[in-house]
């Protein structure tokens, strides 16, 4: 009896998890979209995309913007072969949408119409 009580609760649980995220998670738009990716790799210098898109998400406008990327699970390590290793150097990838911080990954972030997206190499100075 405890044993199915338990298990009643834990998926109760997970479904006002899941219920909440998809309530308040990130939206995404359909259609056709006009988004600038600007990346600055380790040499500081910026290269600009305009690109219009049907991305959903951010890791597809990258991809159209022909940024090659890898990740480890959701975590973005290299672009265009440049890696970002915080162990070795506290350097990372920092993705920014319309000059605030992204909250959400690059499969995550969703992409809307206008939206300015920077992805910076960045290491760690504090």
């Known amino acids: ?10 998926i109760l649980v997970i479904g006002l998890v899941a219920g909440a995220y998809f309530a308040f998670g ?6 056709s979209k006009s988004v600038t990716v600007i990346f600055t790799d380790n ?5 600009t995309y305009v690109i ?3 991305a959903l998400y951010l ?4 991809t159209q913007a022909g940024l090659k990327y ?3 699970d959701t975590y973005v390590t290299a672009i265009n072969g440049i890696t970002a290793d915080y162990d070795k150097d506290k350097s ?4 920014y949408v319309n000059d605030e911080y992204c909250n959400y990954g690059i499969f995550e972030q969703p992409v809307k119409d206008g939206d300015i997206f920077r992805i910076e190499y960045t290491i760690y100075e504090g």
């Not at 990130?26 to 259609?31: A, F, N």
């Not at 990372?92 to 993705?95: G, I, K, L, R, V």
């Open 92 to 95: 990372y990838w920092a993705f």
């Open 70 to 72: 890898e990740t480890k």
């Open 1 to 10: 009896m405890k044993i199915a009580i338990a298990v009643i609760a834990f």
């Open 52 to 54: 219009d898109t049907d």
């Open 59 to 62: 890791a597809g406008a990258m």
């Open 43 to 47: 040499s500081g210098v910026p290269d």
């Open 26 to 31: 990130p939206k995404t738009i359909e259609g």
